[in-house]
Nanobody
Framework: QVQLVESGGGLVQAGGSLRLSCAAS????????MGWFRQAPGKEREFVAA????????YYADSVKGRFTISRDNAKNTVYLQMNRLKPEDTAVYYC???????????????WGQGTQVTVSS
């Protein structure tokens, strides 16, 4: 399994921006499709975005399309989530994960970070 560590969360006002980072321990990081998920209090964890190993393809949940951008730097074993025009409903713990089988379900990803809290105030 890939060890993942997220950072960059915090408190921001609605309309603001944050950039999350996820650093991976494995040299094989560049072979994985990577994803970001989030879990709000009392809700199930949900898919946010994913990026293929080369960065050539990206996928987004409808709720963040046009506001969030996923990217990666394979030389640094790091995947990023740039979050703009944040809304209070974006408040959640954000997790990065390495995909094991094709798909955007929780179960399609096998390695998870510990999460980073994002709080958006109105």
């Amino acid at each position: 399994q890939v060890q993942l560590v997220e950072s960059g969360g915090g408190l921001v006002q609605a309309g603001g921006s944050l950039r999350l980072s996820c650093a991976a321990s494995e040299r094989t990081f560049s072979s994985y499709t990577m994803g970001w998920f989030r879990q709000a209090p009392g809700k199930e964890r949900e898919f946010v975005a994913a990026i293929t190993w080369s960065g050539g393809s990206t996928y987004y949940a409808d709720s963040v399309k046009g506001r969030f951008t996923i990217s990666r730097d394979n030389a640094k074993n790091t995947v990023y989530l740039q979050m703009n025009r944040l809304k209070p409903e974006d408040t959640a713990v954000y997790y990065c994960a390495a995909q094991e089988i094709a798909g955007t379900r929780d179960a399609d990803f096998g390695s998870w970070g510990q999460g980073t809290q994002v709080t958006v105030s109105s």
